[in-house]
């Protein structure tokens, strides 16, 4: 097909979308076809910088033969049994990600909202034993993200998220992110779980301070709560450990979750959780039918294995460390136009003036130049590439991203 044949194909499947697909999104106006490593193509053969990599997902970028593989092998031998049988490669990532994360227990699911609606009920019922029959408080902070669905949803403090799909679930408490100041009469008898993420990513990509964390882990201490720290944005790697939360030492939480990254691509979402909760839930308490399905656990176990070895960790590192130097380059050489850079890793946010320069307009400028990005709250961009991204790629984002600073 010649480039204008392809450019109406693209035009009449943006349209088919829009007449079958629900407009809970508003997609970019492109048909991707096909990705190798950073890049994806749409359907009239344009190649794209992948800096969104699926909302920080495809941690070894597209098509990368280690997932192949897994996917090739596994699905000739067993996809999906259900939770009523044990699989290998289920035992086996279990193992691993207790292992690495110094955890006790796993449990898995498809997604991150699944894996949070797991920890509200996990520590509902915990406390109900451990603390008493109304300990039953959820806290969470200002900007925090935990997921779509109606558990997750009360637990994410937006009033554009929430209202429509109000009464959400009650005993939901909100404190400010990165305030000690207060956290005692937050955090109290009566509070069942309190939920963080390390470093916030829908939010704005804010990074929790060493201070805070330590604190609520005090408080929690303090009040036999128990610390919940949401790595489904910000863990599998993308701060160049494997869990978020080891770039603070001596922070451990009580459970995790974990989802995005860990398939690489794949759906599979996991809670783990410290040997404290190992016992809560029994037979009948939780469930999913695809939890946990030998097929994503292995495509999990293939990134993981790929995440492990050293040679990872030294790219992740670096390109992290360039990438953050060149947005901090950025925010020197237009400061009327950048106001912020925050971030960890290949977790990284560029925050734009109010009023000077929208998020949309340089999200929609970055991708007709070939770069795919994706906002944050707080006016920001988010830089999130899959973590096999080169040195040489990010020099070209930020080239990308100058030239649109210096047209604005
Ligand atoms: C920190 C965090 N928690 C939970 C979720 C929900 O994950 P999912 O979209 O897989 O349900 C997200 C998604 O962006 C997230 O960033």
Not at 254 to 272: M, Q
Request: charged share 15%; aromatic share 6%.
């Amino acid at each position: 097909m010649n480039a204008s044949a392809t450019s109406v194909t693209q035009l009449a499947l943006l349209h088919q979308a829009d007449v079958v697909l629900m407009h809970n999104y508003a997609p970019a106006p492109l048909v991707l076809t096909h990705g190798k490593a950073a890049t994806v193509w749409d359907i009239s053969g344009k190649a794209y910088l992948d800096f969104t990599a699926g909302i920080a997902v495809n941690t070894l970028g597209h098509a990368h033969p280690a997932i192949l593989q897994a996917i090739s092998t596994q699905a000739q031998q067993l996809m999906h049994v259900s939770n009523l049988y044990a699989t290998q490669p289920c035992i086996e990532l279990a193992t691993k990600l207790t292992y690495l994360g110094g955890f006790s227990k796993a449990l898995f699911c498809n997604s991150g909202a699944e894996a949070n609606e797991a920890a509200i009920k996990l520590a509902r019922k915990w406390a109900k034993h451990h603390k008493h029959a109304t300990a039953t408080e959820l806290v969470v902070f200002g900007n925090a993200f935990h997921g779509r669905t109606v558990g997750a949803l009360s637990l994410t403090p937006k009033d554009s998220y929430q209202v429509p799909f109000a009464p959400l679930m009650p005993h939901v408490k909100v404190g400010v992110f990165n305030q000690i100041e207060g956290l005692n009469t937050l955090i109290t008898e009566n509070t069942a779980m309190v939920m963080v993420e390390p470093i916030q990513g829908e939010g704005g990509v804010n990074v929790a301070s060493r201070q805070f964390l330590q604190a609520l882990r005090q408080r929690c201490d303090e009040t036999n709560t128990i610390l919940w720290f949401d790595e489904v944005q910000c863990g599998m790697g993308r701060t160049g450990s494997l869990f978020a939360f080891e770039q603070v030492e001596e922070i451990h939480p009580d459970g995790v979750s974990l989802a995005k990254g860990l398939g690489g691509g794949f759906p599979i979402g996991a809670i783990l959780t410290t040997e404290k909760l190992s016992d809560t839930f029994q037979p009948g308490d939780h469930g999913t039918t695809f939890g946990g399905n030998p097929l994503a656990c292995a495509v999990a176990l293939a990134v993981l294995n790929e995440l492990t070895q050293p040679v990872f960790w030294a790219n992740v590192r670096d390109c992290g460390k360039l990438l953050q130097e060149g947005l901090v380059q950025l925010r020197v050489d237009f400061p009327q136009l950048v106001t912020d850079v925050r971030g960890v890793g290949l977790m990284q946010g560029l925050a734009l003036a109010e009023g000077k320069l929208a998020v949309g307009n340089l999200v929609t400028h970055a991708r007709n130049a070939g770069l795919l990005l994706v906002g944050a709250g707080g006016n920001t961009v988010r830089l999130i590439p899959p973590l096999v991204v080169t040195p040489a790629e990010i020099h070209q984002a930020l080239g990308v991203l100058r030239s649109i600073l210096v047209d604005a």
